[in-house]
């Protein structure tokens, strides 16, 4: 069992910045992959970023050249900078981390953090 805690949301005018985390902690366990995903009220959550510990990341299309991913394995931390924020970026924003317990797979998401980009 791991447990995610993701701060970093709020309120911010177009074209600022936030920067999004996620912390993931327990024992026992070996990180795959972490990401964001975003949901507004009606829709199916997306996915915005995701790494690997491999070291390959992606994005989705509507937010490339803006958002960057950076992941630290040593503590189990990834991180969301988001520039140039724009009003459709307003969502709720999870943390999602697949991992392994010993052979088994685990796949858990965080509570959320509200991101609102308003004038």
């Known amino acids: 069992q791991v447990q995610i805690v993701e701060s970093g949301g709020g309120l911010v005018q177009p074209g600022g910045s936030l920067r999004l985390s996620c912390a993931v902690s327990?024992?026992?366990?070996?990180?795959?992959?972490m990401g964001w995903y975003r949901q507004v009220p009606g829709k199916q959550r997306e996915l915005v970023a995701r790494t690997t510990s491999g070291g390959i990341t992606n994005y989705a299309d509507s937010v490339k050249g803006r958002f960057t991913i950076s992941g630290d394995n040593g503590e189990n931390t990834v991180h969301l900078q988001m520039n140039n924020l724009k009003p459709e970026d307003t969502a709720v924003y999870y943390c999602?981390?697949?991992?392994?317990?010993?052979?088994?797979?685990?796949?858990?998401w965080g509570q959320g953090t509200q991101v609102t980009v308003s004038s």
């Open positions: 327990g024992s026992g366990f070996r990180i795959s992959a």
């Open positions: 999602n981390v697949v991992y392994y317990s010993g052979t088994y797979p685990g796949d858990d």
